[in-house]
């Protein structure tokens, strides 16, 4: 790391700490050549995650969506904004670790396995939509196998 105030390049650490919740460390540096002491931050560079449509059209990931989508789903149901809040947060991570591209059939499939947990009535909508049901028979088709899951 190069000092700010003379640019030599020989600086060393005196403390690190964790900052910004753990999202970076901060470190205290000093200038072996002027004393002069700075703090850096050491942050994780996120690479950008794309969602693969089924269509093949490929478009940045935006957990905003999927919390519009359970929070729909969620509307006048026993779920607080911040178990939606915590499921969005839940699924982009799941999508990171899956690379830097994720299809929306997989974050689909996600999502029902957690709203499923959640509330099986906002499972159930957000299932209707999701899954394109058109008779009254697709909703009890999934409430048989929602039973299924329980009893496994």
Not at 44 to 66: D, M, N
Not at 133 to 139: G, L, N, S, Y
């Amino acid at each position: 790391m190069r000092c700010p105030k003379c640019h030599a390049d020989d600086t060393k650490v005196i403390d690190s700490r964790e900052a910004e919740e753990g999202a970076a460390i901060r470190r205290r540096r000093s200038c072996v050549a002027c004393q002069q002491r700075f703090t850096t931050y050491e942050r994780l560079e996120e690479v950008p995650l794309t969602l693969v449509k089924s269509s093949g059209q490929r478009e940045p990931f935006e957990r905003a969506k999927i919390i519009a989508g359970v929070s729909a789903a969620c509307k006048g149901r026993p779920v607080t904004p911040e178990q939606i809040d915590a499921l969005g947060e839940g699924i982009e991570e799941y999508a990171r670790l899956q690379g830097p591209e994720i299809s929306s059939a997989e974050v689909g499939v996600e999502v029902l396995d957690r709203l499923r947990s959640l509330d099986e009535v906002a499972y159930l909508r957000f299932a209707s939509v999701y899954k394109g049901f058109d008779a009254a028979a697709d909703f009890q088709r999934e409430l048989v196998l929602l039973k299924k899951l329980q009893r496994s």
